[in-house]
């Protein structure tokens, strides 16, 4: 059975806006915004790695789907980043040209 907590979506002067979501789902996503900056971190000053962020992961929990990591690095420095992190797999994609850095 799922189990539901409320979340803070958007914070205002008078009240908050909130929202229902599984627990499973926001503690996963929370882990995976941690692996985030895990990578960014050990790959702040690596040469080759151009950014790195979190996108809409193809896993899903309770029809949700997750956030995941995401490095872009050159090739020659791709094999350097792990492809999972406490559990939370990694996506490594080529660097984009409207890259800002980590």
Partial sequence: MTEWIEITTEEG?????????PRE??????????????LRERFR??????GSGLRRGEQTIA????LQPVVYA???VAQAVPDE??????????????????
């Fill in 13 to 21: 002067p008078d009240e908050n806006a909130t929202e229902r979501v």
């Fill in 25 to 38: 789902w926001y503690e996963y996503n929370q882990r995976a915004k941690g692996v985030l900056e895990t």
């Fill in 45 to 50: 000053d690596e040469p080759g790695v151009t």
């Fill in 63 to 66: 029809g949700k789907h997750v």
């Fill in 74 to 76: 050159e090739e020659t």
């Fill in 85 to 102: 992190v406490d559990g939370i797999p990694v996506r490594i994609e080529p660097p984009r040209g409207d890259a800002v850095g980590l």
